[in-house]
């Protein structure tokens, strides 16, 4: 079966930047496009953003976009996630996710694998 897991997480200034990793085995990885979403103590999970099989098409939520960059390279079976202008209210743990669904999925029942979270913290 597939499997995910992340890496990058940790503690950072407000303004400081991050890039998560996610890394793929046991399937193959480029049949699957992959989400990001994020979960901060007494909140439902979020969705953070989507990439394509290929990685040409990207989809953002509005509070992220121009803030983070999502990219794979399918040589590496990884998706990353770049985060820069950090902000207090980012601090989550950070989830990827995979999905065989057809076009840009937003909602979290709709992917089948999930890894097992990276913890952001920003400070003020």
């Known amino acids: 079966q597939l499997q995910l897991v992340e890496s990058g997480g940790g503690l950072v200034q407000a303004g400081g930047s991050l890039r998560l990793s996610c890394t793929a085995s046991?399937?193959?990885?480029?049949?699957?496009?992959m989400g990001w979403f994020r979960q901060a103590p007494g909140k439902e999970r979020e969705f953070v953003g989507h990439?394509?099989?290929?990685?040409?098409?990207?989809d953002y939520a509005d509070f992220v976009k121009g803030r983070f960059t999502i990219s794979r390279d399918n040589a590496k079976n990884t998706v990353y996630l770049q985060m820069n202008s950090l902000q207090p209210e980012d601090t989550a743990v950070y989830y990827c996710?995979?999905?065989?669904?057809?076009?840009?999925?937003?909602?979290?029942?709709?992917?089948?694998?999930w890894g097992q979270g990276t913890q952001v913290t920003v400070s003020s």
């Open positions: 990439i394509s099989r290929s990685g040409d098409i990207t």
């Open positions: 996710a995979a999905t065989l669904r057809v076009g840009i999925v937003r909602q979290g029942n709709d992917y089948a694998v």
């Open positions: 046991g399937r193959i990885f480029s049949t699957y496009r």
